[in-house]
C-alpha cells in the first residue's frame, strides 16, 4: 500500500478493510470472534476498540496463513464446533455469501469447505482443483503453480470452514515445502477429507486489496452495490457515476440524489428530498421535502420543508426547523433555528439559538468568540435582524425585538424594541477631497 498504516485499517467507505471483514459476519451470529494480529496490532487492536467482543491473538512472526491460525490452537483447546477463517483484506463478501457457505458445510458434513470463484483473470490466485461433485482434490498457490495448472480458472478465495477438532489435529504437520517458505493453510486440503468447495455467485465478492488501484476498484464494486439497492427502492440517482453514497445512509422512497452529491457517515434522507447537485452531507438526518442545494451540511439536522443553499454550510450540530430558508453563503456553526426562520445570504451564526419566523439579514454576523472562550447568542421568536449588524455573544435579545441595519448590539434587549447601536449619520455639504494641484498655492507671477 506504499503506507504507514497497516493494510486492513485502510478505509474502503465509511469502514476500515478489517471492520468491514467483521460486519460481514455479524448476522451469522458466531460463539467467539478472534482477530489474528501481527504488523502494528497495536494498531489494529486500537481501531477496533468498539468491539468488545473481539479476541485478539498476537502472531509474533508473519509466516503465513497456515501459521496464522496455528495461533489459534491455544484460545480453542476445548472447542469442538466449527471454525469460519476469513481474511482482512477481502472487504467485499456478503453475508448471505459466508450463510451459503455455512449451510453448505453443515449438509455436507465436511471436514472443510472452501469458497472458491471463476474468474475471467484469475492470475495472482491460488487454483482450486476438484471432481465433478465439487471434491476438492489439491489447492496450489499461483508461486507454485505449473503452466498447465495456471490455466484452471476456478480459484481459492481465501475463505473457509473447517470441523476444528479435524483442523486442529492436522495444524501441526503443515511444513514450508514452497516458494514463499510459508506455512499455508491450504495444505490443510492434503489431510482433511472430504473438502468441498462451494462456488460464490458474484467474483467480485472475494476480491482482495493489496494496492491503492484495487482499493479504488473494490470501492467502484461496492457503489455500484449501494446505488443498485437504492435505485431499486424508488431512490433517483441522476448520475450514479458522479455520486457517492456510504453503505451507511439510509434513503426512502421519491429521493432525488442530483450528480456531484456525496452522501456518507450516519446519514438519512426524508422522502420527496432533492439533494444536489454539488452536495456533501456527512453524518446528519435531513427531513421530508427538504432541497439542499450546492451546499455541506455535516453533524446537523435539518426538518421537513427547508431550502439549504446555494453555498450554505452548516455544521456542528447546527438544528434547523420546519419551512426555514438558509440561503446563500450562510454558515450555522452549533446553531439552532426554530420554524420558518430564514437567514437567505450572508450571514455567520454561530453557537446561537433562534426562536420561530426570525429573519437574519444579509451580512449578519453573531460574534461568538472573546479570544479566549466561545458565547452564546439567544434570539427570540419574530426578531428582525437588520442588514450587516454584529450580535456580540454573550447576548440575549427577546421576542419582536428589531435590529437596525448596520448595529454592532452589545447590550440583550427584553423584547418588543427597536434596537439602533450606531453612531448617527453626518453630512457635511460641500466636502469633497480635492485634486492634486487645487492642494497648490497660486504663485505670484511678475508684472509687465
Not at 177 to 206: H, M
Request: hydrophobic share 35%; proline share 4%; net charge neutral.
Amino acid at each position: 500500500m506504499k503506507s504507514d498504516r497497516p493494510k486492513v485499517l485502510h478505509e474502503l467507505g465509511s469502514h476500515s478493510l478489517v471492520e468491514r471483514t467483521i460486519l460481514s459476519c455479524r448476522h451469522l451470529q458466531p460463539e467467539r470472534l478472534l482477530v489474528v494480529i501481527g504488523y502494528q496490532g497495536e494498531l489494529v487492536k486500537a481501531s477496533l476498540a468498539a468491539y468488545t467482543q473481539i479476541e485478539f491473538v498476537e502472531q509474533k512472526e508473519q509466516l503465513g496463513t497456515g501459521h496464522a491460525v496455528q495461533q489459534l490452537l491455544p484460545y480453542l483447546q476445548d472447542f469442538s464446533g466449527d471454525i469460519l477463517i476469513l481474511n482482512g483484506d477481502v472487504p467485499l463478501l456478503r453475508t448471505t455469501t459466508l450463510a451459503n457457505l455455512l449451510r453448505s458445510h453443515k449438509n455436507t458434513s465436511s471436514a472443510a469447505t472452501v469458497l472458491t470463484a471463476h474468474l475471467p483473470d484469475p492470475y495472482g490466485y491460488g487454483r482450486v482443483f476438484c471432481d465433478g461433485e465439487n471434491f476438492v482434490s489439491q489447492i496450489v498457490e499461483e508461486r507454485d503453480c505449473t503452466p498447465a495448472q495456471k490455466h484452471n480458472r476456478r480459484i481459492n478465495a481465501g475463505v473457509y470452514c473447517f470441523a476444528w477438532p479435524k483442523l486442529a489435529e492436522i495444524l501441526p504437520r503443515l511444513g514450508t515445502n514452497n516458494d514463499q517458505g510459508e506455512y499455508y493453510l491450504t495444505d490443510t486440503v492434503k489431510y482433511l477429507k472430504p473438502v468441498v468447495a462451494v462456488d460464490v455467485e458474484d467474483y467480485t465478492e472475494i476480491i482482495g486489496i493489496n494496492d491503492r488501484k484495487q482499493l479504488a476498484g473494490a470501492y467502484q464494486i461496492l457503489q455500484q452495490r449501494i446505488k443498485d439497492h437504492w435505485m431499486s427502492q424508488g431512490v433517483t440517482i441522476v448520475d450514479p457515476l458522479s455520486v457517492t453514497i456510504d453503505d451507511a445512509v439510509q434513503l426512502t422512497a421519491d429521493v432525488v440524489i442530483e450528480p456531484q452529491t456525496h452522501l456518507r457517515g450516519q446519514t438519512t434522507i426524508g422522502t420527496a428530498c432533492r439533494i444536489g447537485p454539488g452536495t456533501l452531507v456527512e453524518n446528519s438526518q435531513i427531513g421530508p421535502r427538504v432541497n439542499i442545494l450546492y451546499s455541506v451540511v455535516s453533524d446537523s439536522v435539518v426538518q421537513a420543508d427547508s431550502r439549504i443553499g446555494p453555498y450554505a454550510h452548516l455544521r456542528g450540530h447546527s438544528q434547523v426547523g420546519n419551512n426555514c430558508r438558509i440561503g446563500n453563503f450562510v454558515e450555522l456553526k452549533n446553531t439552532q433555528l426554530g420554524d420558518r426562520t430564514n437567514a437567505a445570504h450572508l450571514a455567520y451564526l454561530g453557537d446561537a439559538t433562534l426562536g420561530q419566523q426570525v429573519n437574519i439579514g444579509a451580512g449578519t454576523i453573531t460574534a461568538n468568540y472573546d479570544g479566549r472562550q466561545k458565547h452564546r447568542t439567544q434570539i427570540g421568536d419574530r426578531c428582525k435582524i437588520g442588514a450587516n449588524s454584529v450580535l456580540v455573544a454573550p447576548i440575549t435579545l427577546g421576542p419582536d425585538v428589531t435590529v437596525a441595519a448596520g448595529s454592532a448590539v452589545t447590550e440583550s434587549v427584553v423584547g418588543d424594541a427597536l434596537v439602533i447601536a450606531r453612531s448617527r449619520q453626518t453630512i457635511k455639504p460641500g466636502w469633497r477631497l480635492k485634486t492634486q494641484s487645487e492642494n497648490q498655492p497660486e504663485q505670484n507671477l511678475p508684472n509687465h
